[in-house]
């Protein structure tokens, strides 16, 4: 299955190319696809385009039939999805079941619909604690920032009402899995990008449809959640996986899994693949990868599941920053590019991790605008700094983003001017131009596509395996060190080495 190789690139849609308003749009994916095309990449997976007031950026649907238009319209969608297709890109959705919009048609009925009915059940709602319902039903406090996970509405009436509960913002109302239509619901909005020709989703928080709100040993709303083998999320993604593979054209999801260990490899079998986030976790610390990378590979060997490969995302301070200071993080994020695209299963690159873009970390309080920054009372600033707008060309901002005189939704740095494509593509050493190169060979090589894996033995602070497919052969090796370590015997197919490999550095080596 191409899915079990694929190197896949995410899309920030706002932040991708902007065609018109300083937010990045689909026309603007259509005019700028012969980047990632470059790129050698197989898929893109595009974050929200859907129908939302952007309380989270996308991450509140309130249609999931429907591009918002801000991104621009379902004719822009089709346009998009077949220029893809034309080019051999695939294209991954992102799906959004475990809250909709406060502003979905379902979360607008059930306020109307009263206690009780039907409506609301597709919701958590509850009454409140105290003889007016006035304290919240649990003293369980919201992960994301702000306080508890229940909101109190005001009925139709016009009186307070009852509490419903959001792991995340309030605008980001979490559904009921527990009740049948649901289920039927999410069917459906899958079977309609199915049948437009969508070759699969990335899925949002795909371990939390199942909790028990109810419980007040937990102080954390992310603590409710039911990992145990047999819970409810298990069942809906065993459904929704034969609705996927009940299509032909080898259709996929990417499961986005935050559990660990056990509980991990109980999504990782549901699902075609699912992220391998502990390698995310473990930055730069070279027996924390180690013991990462060997669970995913647990996992691959015994269960047959397909790890997904990711460090950077929309979510995550970008590696050239995270795993600094300064030079030595760009490095490190190339190190780790190279170990992605040196492991078996598929591999996810985030928009300007091929630039060696820095987190914007110094963006003004003023613009910030992930509702993490407020929901933490302005402690927390949130994601933004690796949602920054693209550099394209040029030598001021917005970079060739957007249009002449346009500001782009988040500022760029001054910094970006030495990063942007059209400088990068001239440099044959960039970091784009490598990245680009290492994507190749991993496709090339037989061994780095599908071959087998096995450790090699390795001094401290160095990690080094072997991947081979009949005659063809690469040792991987990266120093986390701080001295440089010897090579062993091959002939270097790609990375920066001097006799020796310095420290910050990962190497491919062949026909040793
Ligand atoms: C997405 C985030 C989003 C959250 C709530 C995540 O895991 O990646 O960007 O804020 O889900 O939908």
């Known amino acids: ?11 920030y849609p706002r932040s991708y190319f902007s065609t018109g308003t300083g937010v990045g749009d689909l026309r603007g994916i259509i005019e700028r696809l012969d ?7 197989d898929a893109i997976w595009m974050s929200p385009v859907y129908c939302s007031p952007h309380a989270d950026h996308g991450y509140d649907v309130s249609d999931y039939f429907d591009i918002d238009p801000l991104f621009g319209t379902m004719a822009d969608f089709d346009d998009l999805l077949a220029a893809a297709h034309a080019r051999g890109l695939r294209v991954l959705l992102d799906m959004v079941p475990n809250h909709t919009s406060d502003q979905h048609a379902w979360f607008i009925e059930a306020v109307q619909a009263g206690p009780g009915s039907a409506a609301r059940d597709r919701y958590l709602f509850r009454d409140g ?9 649990t003293d ?9 996970v229940w909101t109190r509405i005001t009925e139709a009436d016009g009186t307070p009402g009852q509490w419903y ?6 605008e980001q109302p979490d559904l009921n899995w527990a009740q049948p239509q649901v289920l039927a619901e999410f069917e459906r909005i899958w079977r309609f990008w199915l049948d437009k020709g969508v070759d699969g989703f990335r899925v949002d928080v795909a371990d939390h449809l199942t909790k028990d709100v109810d419980r007040t040993d937990m102080p954390e709303g992310n603590q409710l959640l039911e990992h145990d083998g047999h819970n409810r999320t298990h069942q809906v993604w065993q459904h929704l996986r034969r609705v996927l593979d009940s299509y032909d054209g080898q259709r996929t999801a990417v499961g986005e899994v935050w559990a660990r260990g056990a509980e991990h490899a109980g999504y990782a079998v549901d699902f075609p693949t699912t992220f391998a986030f502990d390698v995310l976790k473990a930055d730069w610390d070279a027996a924390k990868l180690r013991a990462a990378i060997s669970g995913a590979m647990w996992e691959r060997d015994e269960l047959g599941a397909t790890p997904a490969w990711v460090v950077d995302n929309h979510d995550t301070p970008r590696t050239a920053t995270r795993l600094g200071p300064g030079q030595t993080g760009v490095h490190r994020s190339l190190a780790m590019t190279q170990l992605l695209l040196s492991l078996p299963g598929s591999v996810y690159l985030y928009q300007g991790q091929e630039l060696g873009l820095p987190n914007v970390d110094d963006l003004p309080d003023e613009v910030l605008a992930d509702p993490i920054w407020a929901r933490s ?3 927390d600033r949130g994601r933004d700094g690796c949602r920054v707008p693209l550099p394209w060309s040029g030598d001021e901002p917005s970079f060739g983003f957007a249009p002449p005189g346009v500001k782009p939704w988040l500022p760029q740095p001054a910094a970006f001017a030495d990063l942007t494509i059209e400088r990068q593509r001239t440099n044959p050493d960039s970091f784009l131009n490598t990245v680009r190169k290492l994507v190749r060979l991993r496709h090339e090589h037989p061994a780095l596509r599908c071959g087998s894996f096995r450790w090699l033995d390795s001094p401290d602070g160095v990690l080094a ?16 060190s701080d001295t440089p370590v010897s090579l062993p015997a091959g002939t270097v197919v790609a990375g920066d080495v001097r006799g020796q490999l310095p420290p910050d550095r990962a190497v491919w080596l062949a026909g040793a």
């Open 129 to 137: 604690r105290g003889p007016d319902g006035s304290l919240p039903p």
């Open 35 to 41: 980047h990632i095309v470059d790129l050698c990449v």
């Open 165 to 170: 509960f959001h792991l995340f913002t309030p």
């Open 377 to 379: 009372d302005f402690t």
């Open 465 to 480: 395996f072997e991947r081979s497919c009949e005659a063809d052969r690469v040792v991987f090796m990266v120093n986390m």
């Open 140 to 148: 369980t406090v919201c992960s994301f920032g702000g306080g508890t």
């Open 1 to 11: 299955m191409w899915w079990q190789e694929a190197v896949v690139y995410q899309i």
